[in-house]
Each structure stands twice: as structure tokens, then as C-alpha cells.
């Protein structure tokens, strides 16, 4: 969670803290993920938090997270230097291994040779933060600058052939470095060096458990909603159904659900969140059909940016007009995740660059009228899941893949209509039937189809046709950040594109997606 100032007073201290601070990499909330894993509380601050309420969060250890800038350039993001001095362990991750080594003495200069990528490195000392690791492992190397001991202050744990500083110690203090990303699932054993650093290193027992957020949550949610009543925007998607539940379960019947049928939905998903909510949950659920004006708003519009802040913006008036029929409504809900907040760059004041707009974050109106709740901002979707079935939610519904706010005016590339929608979700169908027939959509992460904006010749009955291209997508990921497309077997492809082409009318070809993220970005807008 990054924490402004203003909320700085609200973050909990807890008896096991690893404190990150986010230089505005975009793999930073994932450190903070994988300490998690090693069952030790951790949270992502802001760089520039106050070492006198660093002293007061009595944090086990610190990470300075990786980042865009170059530490020698003006206006770089920097760090109060009396953190190296609390005499707390500090690990360095990339842009933080150059800030360790510029403040304490050392330089950092740009490399003569940039190191992108998969990248083998050696041990050439030993040290408890390296238990467990071969002599040579493969690393996510993403870097450009080079850090130089110039002060002699600093012992060489681990190099490749043109990084001599790929992890390193200082002499005196229990300050460490690493070139590399550990937090990536690029990096062998990169969970096994965080773990290291927190246990071996910053001495961590590993207590803290999903159940203890909740209960935070809980707490926090009550203390701040008082008697008022909450309104959660749901789309029976795995996210706002976790959200729903967790207000449920701090305020009862103070929670209103507000579902708006956007037109563009998967098929029967209406129906499945009316029988969900309404009749399974007893939930109060407010339904609106608004699918005409979401199309008119949409006709003509092709710019994917443009897309999502079309949607957001008529989801919050269609959202708003509903909301002033419900008493007592303060508070909107609403089942953001962190991977949606880096990508959107949503911290304004924030070092971290925006990579794509989502509705339910950037698109929000300042005039909203409603004092936003997001108990999820600080999770990715498998800590998310963890939650919901914590809260006794079904695994049918835990497990879902996830399905983006937008909903499929993302996988409908170019002009939405009611028409091009209708052969996308028809497909999309195709797909997940095909996947859990084949007993694997609860192995693949997300799987999804994508209808194209082009053409492609054919041939069928001996005539030749003229008609649409649909891109199937499947990916394998711990946390979303990223992703490696799923190695689908070749008769399960070969069924989805038979069925698609033989049962939705006007598509004639179908693409598999074999792009990884990065570079891409599992939606393809």
C-alpha cells in the first residue's frame, strides 16, 4: 500500500514489519507480494516517508525498491540518507542498490553495456543472505547504470560478466544490494533471497496470516463508515464479489450493490450476478440496464484509451443517478487491485510511470459525491482470492478468471457494435468450455478470445469468404506483474478454433497469442 501523508497515521504497526519504498518501479508492489508469501506483513511507502515515522512503524527491515530514474540525474527520487543509520537491515533492489552506493560513498555511472533480460550470475562470497542458492543462478538483469565501490565500503556477493556488483554487502553495516529483480519469477531463487533477507537477515518468525488483513479491514471499514451506508459497485467478478463480502461482514445490511448491465458482458452474466447476489447472498442489489447508452456513447470510438474513459465515465453517471435513490449512501466500494494502480500511474504525486488507463481508477470524477473504499488497493488477485475463500466465498466463484472492468469493449478492438460484440462473446464462450472440458482452466490464470479489427480471406462450401479474426489468449501467472503465455496443447486449440469457426457466423480464421508480459500486457487494449 503507498502511503500519502495523510493517511500516513492510519497504517497499522505490526509486531513483524518489512516496510518497501516504491522509487516507481513497476515491479515494487511485487516485492511487497513476495515478502507476504514468507508470511511476514509488509507494506509499499512512499520514498520520501519521514524517518522519524519510519522510527515509529519500528519496521524489522527496509527495501528501496527499483525505479525508472538515474540516481546522478537532477530531481531524482532520494531518500532521507539517515535510514542507513537506524542500524535496521536495508536491501537495495536495482535504482535502490545505486541510491545505497551514491549516499554511502560510493558512484553510479552509466554502464558502456546495458543488461536487459535473462542474465547468468555467479556467487563469489559467502553470506546468510545467499543460503540455499546454487553457485550460479539465472537473474531478470533491467538496468542500464552501473554502481562503482569507489569508497571501498562495500563486499561483492554475486557478478555476471559485465556487472561486478550484481549483489553486494557493506562492510560495516547490514546494508545489501542487488542489481538484479528478485521479485520477478524471471529470477531462480528469487523468492528464496527475499526470504533470506527477511528471516535470516532482518531476523523474521513469519506469523502473519491473510486472516489478520481481514480483520484490519473489518476494523477499518466500521470505524469509518459509522451508521452510513455503503454502496458497492459489483460486476460478479471475483474482485467486487471479495469486496462485497468483506463489507458484509464488517456492516450487514448497510451494504447496497449497485450492478449496471453495460452491454458488454459475457453471456448470461446478468443473469448469474442477479442469482448470485439477490437470491443466494440476500444481498439489497440494484440492477440497471444500460446497454443502449453505453453503445451510443461508444459508436465510432476505436482509441482503446479513449474506450476505457468512455466506459468509466458513463458507468459513474448511470452509477450516480442510482446512488441517489438509496438513503444514508456516504461511501462507494469499490474492488480495485494494485496492479490496476501502478499501471494507471493513480498516485499523481508518485514516481511511477502510467502505462494504461483503468476506469475504476483514473476515470473517477473528482465530483463523484462519494468517499471512496478500497480494501483491495494493496492485494494482487491471488492474495485476493486467498481472502475470498477466507471469507467463505465458492471456489466456482473464487477461481474465475479475471475479467477487466471494461468488460469486452477491451477485447473488441476497433468499433464496438451490438453485432461484433455479440461474435465476440459467442467465441469467448468457445473458450472457456473448451478449457474446462479440458480440465485446464483452473491451471491456466486467465483465458479469454479477442475479436480483431481486420479481415482475412477464406474459403468455405468452395466460396471464397471475407470475414472476421478472432485471437484466442491464455496465460500462466503468480501475481499478474507478469506473465508467459500458457504452452496449450495442440488438440485443444485445434478444438477451439474448429468450434469457433464452425458455430460463430462471420469468423473464418483464429490466432493464437504467444506474447509474454512484459513487453505486452495480458489485455490487448
Known sequence: MTVSADSNKTMTIQEELILVLDFGGQTAQLIARRIRDQSVFCQLVRHDLSIERIRELNPKGLILSGGPASVYEANSPQVDPEIFELGIPVLGICYGLHLACQTLGGRVIPGTKREFGRTACSIVADDPFLAGLPSTVTVWMSHGDQAEDTAGLF????????CPLAAMKHRSKPIYGLQFHPEVTHTEYGSQLLANFVKAVCGCHGTWKISSLIEREVTSIRARVGKNRVICGLSGGVDSSVVAAILYKAIGSQLSCIFVDNGLLRNGESDKVRDRFQNHFKTDLHVIDARDRFLNELAGVTDPQLKRKIIGRVFIEVFRKEAESIPDAKFLAQGTLYPDVIESGADADGPAATIKAHHNVGGLPKELGFELIEPLRDLFKDEVRRMGLELGLTEELVWRHPFPGPGLGVRCLGELSA??????????????????????????QQAFAVLLPVQSVGVMGDGRTYEEVVAVRAVSTDDFMTADWYPMPHDVLQRISTRIINEVRGVNRVVYDISSKPPSTIEWE
Request: proline share 6%; net charge positive.
Open 155 to 162: 563486499t561483492p556477493l554475486m557478478s555476471t560478466s559485465t
Open 419 to 444: 453485432p461484433r460484440l455479440a461474435t465476440l462473446r459467442d467465441a469467448d464462450t468457445i473458450v472457456l468450455e473448451e478449457l474446462r472440458q479440458a480440465g485446464l482452466y483452473r491451471k491456466i
